[in-house]
T-cell receptor, first 112, second 113 residues
Framework: AQSVSQHNHHVILSEAASLELGCNYS??????LFWYVQYPGQHLQLLLK??????LVKGIKGFEAEFIKSKFSFNLRKPSVQWSDTAEYFC??????????FGTGTRLTVIP | IAGITQAPTSQILAAGRRMTLRCTQD?????MYWYRQDLGLGLRLIHY???????GKGEVPDGYSVSRANTDDFPLTLASAVPSQTSVYFC????????????FGEGSRLTVL
């Protein structure tokens, strides 16, 4: 079955550590890729997106993600996390006209 | 502030009862969506509407119905609630459909006993 996989369920980091959250998908063809973030007690909001062009995309708050087509991956990175980055992160893939599939999410806890 | 408004924010419901979750947007987006969020399962699409007057089924539509009488409103109805429908429900809208950015509401936490 087609799917979006986020292998890290819970990641705990100290402030200033580097972050990489994995996202793999199994859809062929053209895809649009997203990372959404849900801060504690808040609604989901877009962190960054990839439609086409430069496979390295930059988003808000110093986040970036790299689309590697050959690996069906769209990993999220940040060089130095802050306590305020504590949140749940969702990868999402649009692979057709009427779908947007989300991964199961990765909870990030940043320790001050 | 423009956005998505959901009501109620939280509700406890007896099994077998009918429940409608309301969703209103003021961004004039054509597309609207209902997702449910469950621990370990992420967000799953229940129903969607690409434009007023049309609706479609998502991944988990059973037990739910929607209507889209106008651009702004997209209510989700549980005709006869069951405990497995205990979840957090998110309404969202998008200017560009599934390929664009989704704007989410604050969520409605529903508990079915």
């Amino acid at each position: 079955a087609q799917s979006v996989s986020q292998h890290n369920h819970h990641v705990i980091l100290s402030e200033a550590a580097s972050l990489e959250l994995g996202c793999n998908y199994s859809y062929g063809g053209t895809v649009n890729l997203f990372w959404y973030v849900q801060y504690p007690g808040q609604h989901l909001q877009l962190l960054l997106k990839y439609f086409s062009g430069d496979p390295l995309v930059k988003g808000i708050k110093g986040f970036e993600a790299e689309f590697i087509k050959s690996k069906f991956s769209f990993n999220l990175r940040k060089p130095s996390v802050q306590w305020s980055d504590t949140a749940e992160y969702f990868c999402a893939v649009n692979a057709g006209a009427n779908n947007l599939f989300f991964g199961t999410g990765t909870r990030l806890t940043v320790i001050p | 502030i423009a956005g998505i408004t959901q009501a109620p924010t939280s509700q406890i419901l007896a099994a077998g009862r009918r429940m409608t979750l309301r969703c209103t947007q003021d961004m004039r987006h054509n597309a609207m969506y209902w997702y449910r969020q469950d621990l370990g399962l992420g967000l799953r699409l229940i129903h969607y509407s690409n434009t007023a007057g049309t609706t479609g089924k998502g991944e988990v539509p059973d037990g739910y119905s929607v209507s889209r009488a106008n651009t702004d409103d997209f209510p989700l109805t549980l005709a006869s609630a069951v405990p497995s429908q205990t979840s957090v429900y998110f309404c969202a809208s998008s200017e560009q459909g599934f390929g664009g950015e989704l704007f989410f509401g604050e969520g409605s936490r529903l508990t079915v006993l």
